[in-house]
C-alpha cells in the first residue's frame, strides 16, 4: 500500500473512531444489550396486548381515530376532514389510542427525512371529545383559552386568540413561542360534532410556519358534517351532550361489569330515529367492559329526537366505569391549577 | 448548508489536484474517502451526545432523609442492612431463597449508584460491579447444570428480569396472554437445597420464539415522598395537562384492592413501597412473606396447574411464610424483612441535583448549559409527563416527608408508548403503556428504558417515539411523546456561540438530576 494510501486509511479509522465510542449507536446494533424483540416478531395471529382500548359495535359507521394519510393528504370521514400535505411531508405517526378522558392524537406530520432541517417543524393534528371534558370546557374557545392560561413561564404568546374563517368554518386562532428554543407554535382550532378539531403548526422559522399555516386554507371540510353540533342529516347526527339523562331515556338497563377495574369507560353512542342505539364506540375500554356495555345498552331505548318536525339521529356521550378524573376534579374548577415546576 | 459545497472544493476542486488526476478513479475515490472522514470528523466534534454519568459530584443518591430522628435512623440502617444481606436456601441466618430467583439480595440489582439504585456497571462511576446476574453461576449462588447463564444477560448489560408475553406450549407460543416474570435461576445443585430437581425455563426457546421481554431495576430513592403524593394532587396536575398542545394524554393505574392510583414498577402496577418490596421478595427471590407466603412457581407451573415439586417445597424446614415479625426480638430487629425494605425505601432521600454543574469522564457541564436544558426540557414538552415537581401530603412517619416538593419528574401516570410496546398488561396499564419514569437520579444512571435497551440519554429519548410495528393483522398505535421527541429534535444540537438552546443542554441537564 503505498504511503498515502496508508495515511488516508489512518485518517478514515481515526475520523471513525469518536463514532464508535460515543455517538448514537442504532437500536439493533448496541453492543452488550440485546434489545427485547419487537411486537412485530410476535408470531402472525398473536394478540397485541392492547389492554384498555378503543372499539365500536360495527365497522360501518366512521370514528374519529380511523383518519388516515394517503395520496399526500389527511383524511377524516368522521370529522369530514381533508387537509393535503404541505408539499413533500409525510406522516411520522399515527396517533397513539384515544385516551380515557377522550383525548385523540389524530396524526403527526413532518417533512419527508431527506428534507429535515432545523426548520423542519410538524402539525399535529387532535380531537378532543367535548363529552368528556369537565364542565367548565365546553367549547373549542375555552380549550384554547385554557391552554393559554397554563402556558409555562418558558413560553410567551405571539398571537392572541382571535377569530379565522377556513373552509367555511368558523376557527380559533392562537399563537406562542418559547423565546428561549426558538420554536414557535400556531394552533387552528374548530368545532366539530362536540369535538375540538386542532392543528397545531411548530416550527423554528416564523416566515416557514406563517407559510404553513396560510396553506391551511387547503383544508376541505364536509359542510354536511362539519357543523358545530352535528347537521342531522345523511349519515351525522345532532350531537348532545348529556343527551342520555333521565328525561329522554326511556328504557335503561345498567351494565354489570364482572371485574371491577376502576377505570373509566368513556363511550360515545348514536341514537337513531326510532329512540334505539344504533352505533356504539369506546374511546377506551377493556374487552369485557365493552362486552357488558354494549349487553346493557341492547336494552336502551330513547325519546326520539325531534328537529323541524321530524325524528333525527342523535349522537351523545356516557362515562361508564369510574368517573373520569378530570370530570371529578373539575366540578370544583378553581382545583384545576397549574402544578409546582 | 450543503456541507460538500464548502468542503468538496477545497480537497477536490481545481486547486487541489492537477487537471490529469482529476478525472480518474483513484482521484475520485480519494477526494470521496477524504470528504466522508472530513464529514464524519466534524458530526462527531460537533454532535450531540449523551456527557454519561456524572463522576465529579460524588454519589449523589442513597443516604436518608436529612433530618431523621434518632429513632428512625435506627430503623433506616437496619433496613439497608438487610436491604445488602444475601439471603440463602436453609441453614444459615437469612434462609429462604428459591426455588426460583433471579438474584440473592436486594441491593445487587438495586445498586447503582448507591443502595437503592439500579443495574450497576463495572466500568461507569461509582465502578459498582459488574452485572450480578453473569456472575451468579460463578460464585456459586446457583449451579449448572441445571442453570446457565442466558445469552441476555451480560457482563456489562444490565440486570434484567424475564417475561413471557404469551404462553409457550407444545414448542409453540399461544395466543394466551402470561406476562409474568420467569425466573432465571433454581436453587437445584445447591448444597443447601436438599434434593430439589427443578429445571431453569427454556430461554433460548423462548428467544427462538420472540416471545421473552426484559425489565431492569427501578431506582427507589425518594419513595416515601412518591407515596406520599396526595391523589388530589396528581389529578390537579393531569388536569392542568388538558389542552397541552404536545397530543399528550395520560391515564392513571388503579389499585385493584381499593381502586386508587398506583404508582410504582415500570407500569405503576404497585400501591406502595411495601407491596413493592413483598412482591420483588417472593418474584425476584422466591422468598415468601406476609404479603405473598406462598412459594411462587413460574407463570407456567401454574397456568397448568403442575405447581412446585415437593422436592423443593419448605426447604428451610420452618414453614411458611419464609420471612415474618420476629416477636422475640427488639427494636429495629422486630419488623419482617419487607416491612424493614419499606421502612429503608421510604426513608430514601431524594437524589441531589447538580445544577452548579459537574464533570464526567469525557466532558464538563457548565450550570449555564444546565440552565438552558432546564429551558428545554420544559419548552419543547418533556415536562409535560415528567412533571419537575409534585408536593407531598402530611405525613405521619416523617417530617421531612410531610408538605415537601419531591422533584420526581414524573406524573405517574401510564402513557401510550407506540413502539415501545412489550405486551404485558399489568393492573389497568395495556401492553403498550407504561408510567412515565421519575428521572431523579438519572445522573448518575447507566441503562434507560424499561429493559434496559437504551445505553445512553439521546437514544433513549429518541426511542420514546419508535416506528410503529405491526402484529398479524393488528397493528399497535402511536407513541404519546413522538411530537415532543420531535420538538427536541428541532432544536439545534449543539449551542455554539449563539448560546441557543440545544439538543446537548438537554442532555446536559439530564446528567444534573
Known sequence: ?341 | MNPWQVVSPAICGRRAAPSRLRGSISFKLRCGFAVFALLVAIGAASAQTDPGVRSSTGVNAGGPLPDLSTAAAKFFDNGETRFETPEVVSGGTNNGLGPRFNLNQCSTCHSQPAPGGSSPNINQYPFVSVNPESQVIKNGIAVSPPNSIPSFVLVNGPVREARFPFFIENGQVTKTADGGVHDLFTVQGRSDAGNCVLAPPNFAQAEQLNDIIFRIPTPVFGLGFMENIGETTLIDNFNSQIGNSFGISGAFNYNGNDGTISRFGWKAQNKSGLLFAGEAYNVEMGITNELFQNERPNPDEEHNFIGLPSSCLNLDGAGYPEDSTNFTATGPAIPSDIVAFGIFMRLLAQPTPQPQGYSTATTTVTAQSIARGLSGFTSVGCATCHTPTLETDPSSIDGDLSGKPANLYSDIEIHHMGGLADNVMQGTAGGDQFRTAPLWGVGQRIFFLHDGRAPDLLTAITDHCLPVATSGSEASQGSEACTVVTNFQNLPPTSGAANTVSQQDVLNFLRSL
Not at chain 1, 452488550?32 to 412485530?40: E, I, K, L, Q, S
Not at chain 1, 432541517?117 to 380531537?127: D, F, K, Q, V
Not at chain 1, 371540510?221 to 345523511?234: E, H, I, K, P, R
Request: proline share 9%; net charge neutral; with cysteine.
Open chain 1, 1 to 341: 500500500m503505498a504511503t498515502s494510501s496508508r495515511l488516508l486509511a489512518v485518517f478514515i479509522a481515526s475520523a471513525l473512531l469518536p463514532l464508535s465510542a460515543q455517538s448514537i449507536v442504532s437500536s439493533d446494533s448496541r453492543p452488550g444489550v440485546p434489545n427485547n424483540p419487537t411486537p412485530g416478531s410476535i408470531p402472525e395471529g398473536a394478540l397485541l396486548v392492547k389492554g384498555a382500548t378503543s372499539s365500536a359495535s360495527d365497522s360501518e359507521t366512521a370514528l374519529p381515530e380511523s383518519g388516515s394519510v394517503s395520496n399526500n393528504t389527511y383524511t377524516n370521514r368522521y370529522f369530514g376532514l381533508s387537509f393535503p400535505l404541505p408539499a413533500d411531508w409525510i406522516q411520522k405517526s399515527p396517533g397513539p389510542p384515544p385516551s380515557d378522558s377522550g383525548r385523540y392524537g389524530l396524526t403527526l406530520l413532518t417533512p419527508a427525512p431527506a428534507l429535515k432541517g432545523l426548520a423542519g417543524g410538524s402539525i399535529l393534528i387532535t380531537a378532543q371529545d367535548m363529552f368528556f371534558t369537565p364542565d367548565p370546557l365546553t367549547h373549542a374557545s375555552d380549550l384554547v383559552d385554557f391552554t393559554k392560561s397554563h402556558l409555562q413561564g418558558d413560553y410567551k404568546i405571539e398571537q392572541e386568540p382571535s377569530d379565522a374563517h377556513i373552509a367555511g368554518q368558523r376557527f380559533i386562532s392562537f399563537g406562542y413561542g418559547s423565546p428561549s428554543t426558538g420554536l414557535h407554535w400556531r394552533i387552528l382550532a374548530t368545532e366539530i360534532r362536540c369535538h375540538t378539531l386542532e392543528f397545531v403548526f411548530m416550527n423554528r422559522d416564523p416566515q416557514t410556519l406563517d407559510r404553513l399555516v396560510r396553506e391551511a386554507n387547503a383544508i376541505d371540510l364536509d359542510s354536511a358534517v362539519s357543523t358545530l353540533s352535528g347537521a342531522a342529516q345523511d349519515d351525522v347526527p345532532v350531537c348532545i351532550k348529556a343527551y342520555a339523562s333521565a328525561g329522554n331515556v326511556i328504557e335503561r338497563v345498567d351494565p354489570l361489569f364482572t371485574e371491577h377495574r376502576y377505570n373509566p369507560v368513556p363511550v360515545r353512542i348514536i341514537v337513531g330515529k326510532d329512540g334505539r342505539i344504533r352505533h356504539i364506540h369506546f374511546l377506551n375500554a377493556f374487552p369485557d367492559q365493552s362486552k357488558a356495555v354494549t349487553e346493557a345498552l341492547n336494552h336502551w331505548k330513547f325519546k326520539p329526537y325531534i328537529r323541524d318536525g321530524k325524528p333525527v339521529e342523535v349522537e351523545t356521550g356516557i362515562m361508564f366505569g369510574s368517573r373520569a378524573p378530570r370530570l371529578a376534579a373539575l366540578s370544583n374548577p378553581t382545583s384545576v391549577a397549574a402544578p409546582a415546576r
